[in-house]
């Protein structure tokens, strides 16, 4: 954090950048010899995209913060890669399906961990597929070979070790049950936390959730680090 800058409501500040996830301690998934991000949904055609392709589309860095909805904020990350509009209108406008207009893209971890965003915040300025941290390849903790990164939207939407992206015309039916409902769009100065429950209400519950995820994490973090 920026001298005197605020964080967004209820969020407090955490010591370096700790793995996190529903993983928990399961290790990161292997990243495969030439990775690609499958394209599908309302495309002509499903495809895979080489990451290596991303090489090509002009590169990206921003240093924000990262604030997960459980309420730690992780501060002054600088994050490297490619816009994601940039990466959208170079490679999926193209070969949408002619006459759809997309209202949502589901985006997809090699976990098997999946977010829903929708086009708007997806597209915003600061939205990226990164690949670098801190101008480091990513490590597995943090999403290798490359990850969603959505700093004004809480971490469940930087979808890490990107490998689908899913083109939808309607919002997808809920799958999470109501207890955990992950709000749909997840705006950090909203604090749009929760689905159903107003986001300084369920505050306490999330953040007793910390301890024992950030512990379970951990365990199942790189043996390099
Ligand atoms: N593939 C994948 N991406 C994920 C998660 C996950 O479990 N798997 N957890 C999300 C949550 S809740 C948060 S807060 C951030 C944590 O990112 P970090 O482990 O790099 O700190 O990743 C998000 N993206
Ligand atoms: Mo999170």
Redesign the pocket.
Known sequence: MRHGRRLPPGQRPVEG???????LSRPA?AVPADPVIEVRGAVTETFELPLAALSSLPRKEISAD?????G?T?TDLRWEGVSFATFYRSHIEPVLTPGTSITHVAC??????Q?VVTIDDILGDDVLIAQNLHGLPLDS???APA??VSPSQ?????????CRVELLTTAPANTEGPLLRSHPRGRVWHEERHGLVPGRVVRPVYRALIRPIRLL?ARGASPTK
């Open positions: 950048f700790p793995r996190f996830g529903t993983h998934p990262f604030h997960c909805v459980a730690w992780a997809r971890g090699l976990d098997g961990w977010a903790d943090h999403g990850r969603l809480y971490g469940y939407i930087s979808v890490k070790h990107l994490s």
